[in-house]
């Protein structure tokens, strides 16, 4: 039995893993449990199916409703995001799967890795604000980092049996996102409906929002150039509106290694949990005579700046990545509530890039230090731009 902690397990991740757990019930059971709180209902469904030895919420009122709903056995119920911490490094687990979204995740996924678990890794903002201090920790403590992204995932299965010395390159692909075929001076009206509309994923709000913008293959360029310890210029992007192809590794020799497959977490979420072992599942497989032909493009840099600003952080470093991550969560958090429109996500990230990021991060504390300044600041650049305050 693999006992498994969730980071997030109300999300889109969270909820794909926990059927995986279902599916497999002789091979995965559930240690612990976490979430933001918004959904207690759904948190109290999920305690008794699984029966976790621990929660740990971000809201400290959602636990005392939960404690209320729930009655005995109960999980130990841990609150804030000590409780987080305190969840991912305490509670017995063999693998932990980071699944919260954005910054949040950072220290407990942190504390996991101290504390010698296996990471699933899906949060890839914690990568890009400490990849470098984290993939250090895991080193340290010989803890491996399983990629869960679907393109991560399929570069570490395209990497399985062959050298790392004879990588030239490896190649994300994308679907290029509800944009894709939209005349630049549309873009700046588009509406949170429009962007909500992927072509190929269901998601959590705000990574498909980063599709849209394409600041997803951005932070995805900086996950993958830490997970597989890769020169920022070995890592390109190649948009393939199928989403067939989920990534790609270039050879030495000219030969390139793909992993294709149908559209389904579940895929890479169970790689994850069961690697270096695969399972059987009923999930929908390919059939290219029905797929039809397969396309690749240039992304347009020109159309989506996000990918450019996400390039430029990571040959800056120091704390540029931190500053690009937190002003695009305040900036989609700004758009998703109507603020600001659609172009504005890359303008007010590039200004925050602009104004600072040289620093150097020498430790998590120095990284959090970083995003809960950029935060601010992009707060007031918001207000600024929207009138009245930003919650
Ligand atoms: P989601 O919005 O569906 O779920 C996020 C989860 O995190 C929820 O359980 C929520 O309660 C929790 N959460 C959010 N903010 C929190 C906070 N401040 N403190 C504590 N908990 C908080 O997101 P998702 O789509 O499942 O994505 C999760 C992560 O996985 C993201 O980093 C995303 O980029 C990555 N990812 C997702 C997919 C996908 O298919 N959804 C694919 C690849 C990578
Ligand atoms: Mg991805």
Redesign the pocket.
Known sequence: MKRLTLL???????LRTLELVSSFSEEFQVAGL???G?NVELIADLCRKYSPRAVAL?DTGAVDRLRRVLTAPRPELLAGPDG?VALARDVEADIVVS????A??LLPTMAAILAGRTVAL????TLVMAGSLMTAVARRRGVALLP???EHSAIFQCLVGHNRGDVHRILLTGSGGPFRETPKARLATATVEDALRHPT?K?????TIDSATLMNKGLEIIEARWLFDLAPDQVSVVIHPQSIVHSMVEYIDGSVIAQLGVAD?GVPILYALTYPERRPTPAARLDLRRVGPLTFFEPDTDKFPCLRLARTALERGRAAPVVLNAANEIAVAAFLERRIGFTAIAELIEQALAESGTGEVASVEACVAVDVETRRRVRELVDARAGGRMA
Do not use: F, P, Q
């Not at 997030?8 to 969270?14: D, P, W």
């Not at 998601?203 to 990574?207: D, H, Q, Y």
């Open positions: 997030g397990a109300t999300g889109s991740i969270g976490a979430a933001r918004s971000l987080l699944a919260l979204v954005g949040a995740g899906a949060n890839k903002e869960v992204d679907s994923w998601m959590g709000a705000k990574i977490m």
